[in-house]
């Protein structure tokens, strides 16, 4: 009983958040119109998955069918030219550069010449030689050996990077099938239900993002979880707008959530933003790449609570004014999905960063004025 009524509150507690948030007489029509426009993009691309998914599933079920009728009836006929168009699409998975090796095939007999990565040659062989059709293969491959990282060849569609609309649609199923029977478990098995449930909200969140666990929980380190591109066109010489963004301390200027910027010396500066809620998030980060009148890139330095990097390209127009190319790269706390919620209740920081490069192009255009200056706004 105890734990059903400390639900009950949770949940009460809950949608009163809810409908302050999205009943709020300011901001409140605005966030709304916002859930519904990403409910309406929601809604069309799962339409376009589904629609993939049954093209998938239908290929899927020729092939299986083709392979059942030709492992019951004999082939008439020759199917030389059959033998190898197969290995010939065999080997794009097996090798890096299979159109440097010529394939010939006169009898179920293959012969296979021309240069392969040491690590690559027996697996192709032996993946070749399993093939239908193909009864022997005389090998003139020449292996070699080549400074790179050897490619990770026909994994389980499990481990990939990316899904396919099949096995996307097959893991949402179960994992949502078993995601409610750890629900309906919590009585009985509270703590093996939850697990259950946990581990299975994750696969689907993993199946409808089609994001690899690393960066989708913001596990990985990586970066690249979310990235913004934006580009926009500033009336003033490009010497100017350079000047204007290498001196980081105007970065507060412009954008709404970062607090300071301070240089702490060999090109490395201290950032400090408004997180979510508004508490104020700090890291370091050094320049990267700095090439005049071009190129101004960053990263964070290991350690940081944020990790990201960015890098902004300028080029001259034609008519005098420049075009600022903006890319920023960065893993939130909770990855891909801390950054959906973050969107889901108004933070979204693609709209930021176009509110923030439109009040850059004014800071800009406008040039010095008297509150800028005495906000310590440096105008080159």
């Not at 071009?294 to 290991?302: G, I, T």
């Not at 034609?318 to 919620?341: E, F, R, W």
Request: net charge positive; charged share 20%.
């Amino acid at each position: 009983m105890k734990a059903t009524r400390t639900v009950a509150l949770l949940l009460a507690f809950g949608s009163g958040v809810i409908a302050m948030y999205f009943g709020d007489r300011a901001k409140g029509r605005r966030r709304r119109i916002g859930i519904r426009d990403e409910l309406q993009h929601t809604l069309l691309n799962t339409g376009k998955f589904l629609t993939a998914a049954k093209s998938d599933f239908e290929h899927r079920a020729a092939g299986l069918s083709s392979l059942l009728r030709h492992s019951l009836h004999k082939p008439i006929g020759n199917d030389d030219p059959i033998v190898l168009a197969r290995i010939r699409s065999k080997l794009g998975r097996l090798v890096r550069h299979p159109h440097a090796i010529e394939v010939v095939v006169s009898n179920g007999h293959a012969t296979l010449r021309g240069p392969v990565l040491v690590y690559e040659r027996n697996r192709l062989l032996r993946r070749i030689s399993k093939l239908r059709g193909v009864r022997h293969i005389e090998s003139h491959l020449v292996p070699y050996r080549h400074g790179v990282i050897p490619r990770k060849f026909d994994r389980f569609e499990l481990l990939q990077t990316n899904w396919s609309p099949a096995a996307r649609l097959l893991v949402l199923g179960a994992g949502t099938c078993f995601f409610i029977l750890g629900i309906l478990g919590l009585r009985r098995r509270p703590a093996f239900s939850a697990l259950l449930a946990f581990i299975s909200a994750g696969f689907v969140a993993r199946a409808l993002s089609n994001i690899e666990a690393g960066r989708l929980f913001g596990i990985s380190g990586d970066t690249n979880a979310v990235t913004v591109h934006k580009t926009i066109n500033i009336s003033a010489p490009i010497f100017r707008v350079y000047r204007f963004m290498t001196d980081l301390a105007n970065f507060s200027h412009f954008m709404t959530d970062v607090v300071e910027v301070k240089a702490t010396g060999n090109n490395r500066f201290h950032w400090v933003v408004r997180g979510l809620a508004g508490f104020p998030v700090s890291w370091n980060a050094v320049i990267s790449r700095h090439i005049p009148n071009e190129v101004l890139a960053w990263r964070s330095e290991p350690g940081a609570l944020v990790k990201h990097t960015g890098h902004i390209r300028f080029s001259a127009n034609k008519d005098g004014s420049t075009q600022i190319n903006v890319v920023l790269s960065y893993c939130p706390p909770g990855g891909a999905m801390g950054h959906a919620l973050a969107k889901l209740f108004g933070d979204d920081p693609k709209a930021k960063m176009n509110e923030d490069l439109m009040r850059l192009k004014t800071l800009i255009e406008s040039g010095p004025s008297n509150r800028q200056r005495s906000h310590g706004v440096v105008m080159h």
